[in-house]
């Protein structure tokens, strides 16, 4: 199961590149929902949290 590729050129100074895979792309949808999740209900878990 791989997230990203990496290409590395045989250059100086070094040059890496770095893609997400189909997977990673579907896996980075799930991730940045969750984000958008978590950025509006964060006031909301912290004020209640230790209730």
């Not at 997977?23 to 912290?46: C, F, M, R, T």
Request: aromatic fraction near 6%; charged fraction near 15%.
């Amino acid at each position: 199961m791989v997230l990203s590729t990496r290409v590395s050129y045989p250059v100086v100074p070094p040059h890496v590149e770095y893609s997400l895979t189909p997977l990673g792309l579907q896996v980075s949808e799930k991730v940045a929902a969750l984000a958008d999740w978590i950025e509006v209900n964060l006031p909301s878990v912290l004020a209640n949290h230790g209730e």
